[in-house]
């Protein structure tokens, strides 16, 4: 998908999904009730996207996803 972005020179912009493993665990199908909260996070502009590799603005885009989860969640 980088690449499109790349190729398309859309802005990026990072989402983090937070508390989802609470109310679906990996072992089980079963759904638990919780709160699921979604973080926007600091756009990665097209004009930045055009001068990096694609290793980079997928490394840019994952540690952006990641400092927006909570300490317990890293």
């Known amino acids: 998908p980088f690449h499109v972005a790349q ?10 999904i937070c508390g989802a493993y609470r109310a679906k665990r990996k072992s089980s199908w079963r759904l638990h009730p919780n709160l699921i909260e979604v973080r926007i996070g600091e756009p990665i502009r097209s004009s930045h996207t055009a001068y ?14 990641a400092d927006n989860l909570p300490q317990d969640q890293r």
């Open 52 to 65: 990096v590799s694609l290793d980079t603005l997928s490394a840019e885009t994952w540690r952006r996803i």
């Open 7 to 16: 190729n398309t020179q859309v802005t990026i912009v990072p989402m983090t």
